[in-house]
């Protein structure tokens, strides 16, 4: 019997995914609704539209990003082979003659037979195979099925998300483990206030300079976005007076310094970002500032003094699913098992992880696959997205944070990055052979 395949969006993941069903022999039913429905960011007809900067970020091996390009290069990856064949002088970045980038991606799915496109804005979900790859801008209608189906809590659309640190650049002397009155495991590292520091960070966060951005984010900034509350931006929280944080994400009870018993006047939490805790989120951080805001101010929280940052903090809409708590292993929707989330729909975040999203549901799908090693950027996104305990899920980049350690110790940092990312492409060859 033919398979057949409905596939929802025909963006990056979306059309990453038609083409991988293709290939397979399968029957694909891409349906995209530009341009007969445009997005707020998109602007023209073509699938695989890059909506805002043409770089696919760095192609070193000894970035995140780039690891995650040879992984997907590995994988078969159909749109990193138009990104390449497009590609224009950008030093070690892969970016792209975005209006090539699109075209191409357009008539390699239009010379598909097996994939038939139809311009048409999908308002309902049936009972058939499905992969929904909507984007961080699905629809109104599209939105409220899904509200439906998963429920308001669980479905995010704007985001402000907090930086990441390297582990290695906490400062320890400072910087102790505990957790709140001593309850449950000292799972939380505190960043200690003396209450001129508390003062000083506070004016900081005032005077940081907002992002305001490529078009349309800035235009969304200017519109007076409504936060959820535990989402809203550690700057706009420091606007409602001097004692707002320390009242609030920034409480210090029972946070008594471990040696003297001493309360400080306020705490940061660092939460670790992986078992291996190599990364650490800036609780409550979350933030519009720019990066050199952000390397200034929170580079005054004693202990971050040498901050390394994995991400910055940042604000955009993006409708997205709380996907820990709703997806299955193979990236079905619990509540609805025929349908597949993918892209950035799904809790990832990036031009590339929505394209390695396409493409690693598409294999789940098609061959069955049901296992990537942990040490990969790819293997850690599908396990953040199904297998961490889905509280205060926010949007998965690559990063180096996601890798669990290096089995040797290595010191330089140079070094560290090129050993993660030959255990990597190691392992997923090892992993493919088999
Ligand atoms: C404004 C903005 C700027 C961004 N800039 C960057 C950047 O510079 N770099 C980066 O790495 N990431 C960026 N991102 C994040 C993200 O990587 C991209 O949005 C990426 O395109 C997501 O891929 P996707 O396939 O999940 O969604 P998309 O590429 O957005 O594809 C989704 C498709 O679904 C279609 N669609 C929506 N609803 C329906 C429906 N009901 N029926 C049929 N079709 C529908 C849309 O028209 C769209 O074509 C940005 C996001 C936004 C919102």
New binding site residues.
Partial sequence: MQKKIRI?????????AALQFAKRGWQVDL????PK??????STDK???????N???SSLLTTASGLLKAELRLLGSELLKIADEVRVPAGNALAVDRDLFSEKVTERILQESMIKVHN????ELGDEPTIL???????D??SSVLNNLVGQDDLHFYDAIAPIISAESINREIVYRKSRYDKGTADYLNCPFTKEEYLRFVDALLEGEIYMG?S??GELLQKNIQFYENCTPVEELAKRGKDTLRFGVMRPVGLELPDTGRRPYAVIQLRSENNDETAFNLVGCQTMMTQDSQRKVFRMIPGLESAEFYRYGSI???SYINAPLLLNRDLSLKTKKNVYI?????G????????A??LLVSLIITERLDYLPNTTIIGQLWERLTNTDGKEFTPQ?ANYGLLPPLEVKVSSKAERKETFAKRAIQSLEEALER
Wanted: net charge negative; proline share 3%.
């Fill in positions: 929802i969006g025909g963006g990056l993941a979306g059309s990453e349906y995209e609704m530009r429905r445009m997005t707020p960011a998109h699938l695989g539209e890059l909506v805002c900067s770089s696919l970020k048409e804005e999908v308002k790859a909507t984007g961080p801008l699905t629809s209608a599209m490529k349309f984010e955009h809409r993006n993918a892209g950035q729909l799904s990832v975040e990036g031009y590339v992880e929505s394209i999203s396409g980049n």
